[in-house]
């Protein structure tokens, strides 16, 4: 460029004024219209060789003669690493809101099987995070649970009302209410999950349905021994019914009433536990229904037309436990002052209980995999954490039989839907069944032992959670830990000081780990700081000179390359060996006005200098978290020891707080 006084602006007017199609309108050439087109776009290296710069003494300089054209990349900010043999390329489906998971992965998984079929030779894909067996796992513990509850309740149905017909009766209410109920959630859009059907309690879902059936049964043991005709049964039924109704449906209808303050929730709790409530709402329901209409009609039906009674086994059960219960009745009557200061004073203890409870927001859910959170220092390069992330993987591999495999998201991807540093990434490792774990016996033992292999790393913090946790907790707070304290301020260098000092706090809280601080500062850069004066002895503009900077080491795009369906961006940049150092910043050449151009560093000085790393606001204030994970211990418990920790020690200048 020097040498034939060439300038990266002259470059970047050639390549975008030889790299265009045209249309000409038509020629009409009866009987048929001649359309004119100026076919003059670039098809591949060798046209964008021959482009043409300028013309100095009559010999025209073009591309080829400054410049090498290849086929490159744009800069990277990210990498993927796995099972420590180096770097894969990753990629991942986003399912559109308000669709069914399990659906769309099924649908997926045919598309990929497509694809497979059009990959070149020795390139395959490997699914290594698939939700759907997560979804399934929780779906079918649901479904035992649900066929499990079932049968406990049909058994205690026929034992206690000892006649088998009647318990059927009942007992056919659980699966009617239970296709109500879900014929409603298909209805409302609400999906089936852990929360939406592990609430269902098929002895709420009966209840209605045992009082029916057992008054309609003691109706007809009361009477004398005989046989009923078919007009008889229904008019008994309905006698029965009829006057144990309004005791069964108050019953049901203050259950349901319970869990209308859930429907009101809004935000992450109604997302949460509201389809909860709409479920167990709509079995409910669809039993209130049932216990109306369905029991008494198939009682008149089912039920033997007999009327008096045998004792039987349900008979002595029940005799027993009221003989049992008699006394104890009897004896409480007698000492009513004591039995309720009895029951206060045990509902004063329980509220004391209460108090002392740990809480949580839900429980924790056993994924079967761990995510850590892996950071290295401030300022450090791509190159640099992928080699960190690629030794952790190979301990982890090595240490651990319990491994299946081990991915590592590091930066920003290309389509950057999870940015973060390059100092960081996200280590998803996948785990074996837990009948083949031999390292640990759970899930919390086994991240402590992989934290303490890990701290073989240099310079390295990790922390442990598991991957949908990790995303939940990013949601809700912004962080990836499971506590997050948010220090609101102006200053970045005062907000560090004071997450040093909440720091030294967070060490001392029994249960507190994979302690985190958020880096604001210390990044490296390379300043450019334009000398004003300079350029206006030049003749130049800021602009000028930031467009060139920008263009020479970041890359700028002239235009497009098409190559069937394709499209490349055409991008102008320095060669690699031409911007490997600060010596080739200040070199940089300007192009000047009317005159030969000159190095950067005449028109500006360019420094090596600290710089903010990052800067996080929230409601527009800014902000440094201060992050870390709780084993061993209930999270409300550790976030009130360390509120009152910071209210006592820590003081707040003017315009910052917690």
Do not use: C
Request: aromatic share 6%.
């Amino acid at each position: 460029l020097k040498s034939m006084n060439i300038t990266i602006a002259e470059i970047f007017e050639a390549l975008e004024s030889n790299n265009e199609n045209t249309g000409g309108a038509y020629i009409d050439k009866k009987p048929y219209a001649y359309f004119i087109r100026g076919i003059g776009m670039v098809s591949g290296i060798e046209d964008i060789n021959k482009i043409v710069i300028k013309n100095q003494n009559g010999i025209p300089i073009l591309v080829r003669d400054v410049a090498t054209v290849q086929i490159g990349s744009s800069i990277r900010y990210g990498a993927v690493t796995k099972d420590g043999k180096g770097e894969e390329v990753s990629g991942m489906v986003m399912m559109l809101k308000g669709e069914n998971s399990g659906q769309v992965v099924a649908r997926v998984k045919e598309k990929m099987e497509q694809i497979k079929k059009s990959l070149p030779q020795g390139v395959t894909i490997e699914p290594f995070m698939d939700r759907t067996l997560l979804v399934d796992n929780a779906i079918s513990t649901v479904q035992k649970n649900l066929i499990e509850g079932a049968l406990i309740v049909i058994f205690i149905l026929v034992l206690l009302l000892g006649n088998w017909r009647a318990g059927l009766v009942v007992a056919s209410v659980i699966p009617l209410a239970l296709l109500f109920a879900i014929s409603m959630m298909k209805l409302f859009g609400v999906s089936g999950n852990l929360m939406s059907l592990g609430a269902i309690d098929f002895g709420i879902i009966v209840d209605g349905a045992v009082i029916i059936v057992e008054a309609i049964i003691h109706r007809l043991q009361v009477k004398k021994a005989g046989q009923l005709t078919t007009q008889q049964m229904n008019d008994e039924v309905y006698e029965a019914s009829s006057k144990i109704r309004s005791s069964a449906a108050f019953g049901e209808i203050i259950i349901l009433i319970v869990y209308l303050p859930i429907l009101a929730l809004v935000g992450t709790e109604g997302k949460m536990f509201g389809p909860m409530a709409q479920t167990v709402s709509f079995a409910i329901l669809g039993a209130f229904i049932l216990s109306l209409t369905y029991v008494p009609m198939m009682s008149s039906l089912v039920l033997k037309r007999e009327t008096g009674h045998k004792p039987n086994v349900s008979d002595k059960i029940i005799n027993a436990i009221h003989n049992l219960y008699r006394p104890l009745l009897i004896k409480a009557l007698q000492i009513k002052g004591i039995i309720l200061g009895a029951s206060v004073a045990v509902f004063i203890a329980s509220l004391f209980l209460f108090s002392s409870l740990g809480g949580e927001f839900i429980p924790t859910l056993d994924e079967g995999d761990i995510a850590t959170h892996l950071i290295i220092a401030s300022g450090s390069s791509l190159s640099q954490e992928i080699e960190a992330t690629t030794k952790a993987e190979k301990i982890l591999k090595s240490k651990f039989p319990e491994v299946k495999m081990v991915v590592t998201k590091i930066g920003s991807a290309e389509i950057p839907t999870d940015p973060m540093p390059i100092e960081a990434g996200d280590m998803i490792i996948l785990l074996k069944d837990r009948d083949e774990w031999t390292s640990a016996g759970n899930m919390e033992e086994l991240a402590s032992k992989m934290a303490e292999a890990l701290e073989a790393i240099p310079g390295v913090e990790f922390g442990f959670q598991q991957p949908i946790q990790m995303r939940f907790n990013e949601l809700i707070s912004g962080a990836k830990q499971d506590v997050a304290v948010k220090i609101f301020g102006e200053d970045l260098a005062e907000l560090t000081r004071l997450a040093g000092q909440v720091k030294g706090l967070v060490s001392n809280v029994s249960g507190a780990t994979d302690l985190y601080i958020e880096q604001v500062s210390g990044l490296p850069q390379i300043v450019v700081q334009v000398d004003r004066e300079a350029l206006a002895r030049y003749g130049l503009s800021v602009e000028e000179v930031n467009q060139t900077v920008s263009a020479a080491f970041a890359g700028q795009s002239a235009g497009l390359v098409y190559e069937g369906e394709r499209r490349y961006d055409l991008t102008v940049r320095l060669a690699q060996n031409q911007r490997s150092s600060i010596e080739d910043v200040r070199a940089l050449t300007i192009p000047v006005p009317d005159g030969p151009a000159v190095p950067l560093s005449q028109l500006a000085s360019v420094e090596l200098r600290p710089g903010p790393n990052q800067i996080q606001r929230e409601d527009a204030k800014r902000r440094l978290t201060v992050g870390f994970n709780v084993r061993g211990r209930d999270v409300e418990s550790v976030v009130l020891e360390l509120q009152q920790k910071i209210n006592d020690q820590i003081k707040f200048p003017t315009g910052y707080y917690v």
